[in-house]
């Protein structure tokens, strides 16, 4: 195996001590089926496209101890253990639990949350976790801030590194930021989910908070591949056969955003999943992306987005102006 890697620029996350790059590999679909899971996979193509985004220099790796109820982490731990490059940098998350017979909960409680993190720490096989972030608020407040105090108490006892937060709102990083520092926030962010560019990203900005965007290329919608006959073919286990995006008549609307990507792509030799993903990157607030892949070859095919920026023009063009 070729472990040289090429140097990608990178960006400080928050004001955390880590330097990453623009795009990050997402582990979501590598945990295989579960209630919200994107239906089967083979874990040598998961191992597989874990190596190949290391040698194409991404240095993190983002997982959470839901995916496939603890399967993802385990891949992570099994595709690193067999790497013998540089270690990148690996995140994970907490808050979804689940019971012996699979079935999904969500808890912030103090005592949940420790013993998550000492669950994750043995199934990525590893000391200390490089991020660890709550994966979504409680409808509680009082329960969002309790999990959130435990993870400070955490990153103290040197358990967890940096702690972060995912699908938070600008007033819950408000009330988590006044009991510890939040390094990062991870939000949905694409061309057909924006909502977070009123209030949650000047938040971040003003707070020098990292934003890690999930679902760039909107779980695969954006890609270029997605057609009218893959997505009412989706298997019945993949959550993505419920989400109306790729459903009428949302479907038609999005179809017709990724023929503008795939236009302003073709200029430049990228697909629209790449040119996707750039538009993400485009605001400085935005730290990274996170990018799932289910095989090599689908690695290969998103790299090019990695250190591509988007002019002005392109990006009125993209966006209908």
Not at 140 to 167: F, M
Request: with cysteine; aromatic share 8%; proline share 4%.
């Amino acid at each position: 195996m070729n472990t040289s890697t090429p140097q990608l620029s990178k960006k400080r996350l928050g004001t955390s001590d880590l330097f990453i790059t623009a795009i990050g590999f997402g582990s979501w679909a590598v945990g295989g089926p579960w209630q919200f899971g994107w239906s089967s996979q083979n874990d040598g193509d998961s191992i597989a496209a874990i190596h190949r985004a290391l040698e194409l220099g991404i240095n993190w790796i983002d997982t959470a101890a839901i995916y496939g109820l603890g399967h993802s982490e385990e891949v992570v731990a099994k595709a690193l253990a067999e790497w013998s490059g540089d270690r990148p940098y690996v995140f994970t998350k907490c808050g979804m639990i689940w019971d012996k017979d699979g079935k999904v909960d969500y808890s912030l409680k103090a005592a949940s949350i420790r013993q998550e993190c000492e669950n994750s720490l043995r199934r990525l096989k590893t000391e200390t976790i490089d991020l660890y972030q709550i994966h979504w608020p409680a409808d509680d407040l009082a329960e969002t801030l309790e999990g959130w105090t435990e993870l400070a108490k955490l990153q103290k006892e040197g358990k967890v590194r940096w702690i972060g937060a995912s699908n938070f709102s600008a007033e819950e990083l408000r009330q988590a930021q006044a009991v510890a520092d939040v390094t990062s926030l991870q939000p949905p962010y694409s061309l057909i989910k924006r909502d977070i560019e009123k209030d949650v990203l000047p938040f971040c900005e003003s707070e020098n908070i990292g934003v890690i965007a999930y679902s760039p290329m909107a779980s695969g919608l954006l890609t270029g591949a997605m057609t009218r006959e893959r997505a009412a073919s989706l298997p019945e286990d993949d959550w993505r056969k419920r989400n109306p995006a790729f459903q009428e008549p949302q479907l038609s609307v999005n179809l017709a955003l990724v023929e503008r990507l795939r236009q302003v792509g073709a200029r430049r030799k990228l697909t629209p999943g790449q040119v996707a993903i750039a538009w993400t990157l485009r605001k400085p607030v935005v730290t990274g992306a996170i990018v799932g892949a289910r095989n090599a070859r689908q690695v290969e095919e998103i790299m090019g987005a990695s250190d591509f920026r988007l002019s002005e023009v392109e990006i009125a063009e993209i966006e209908g102006a």
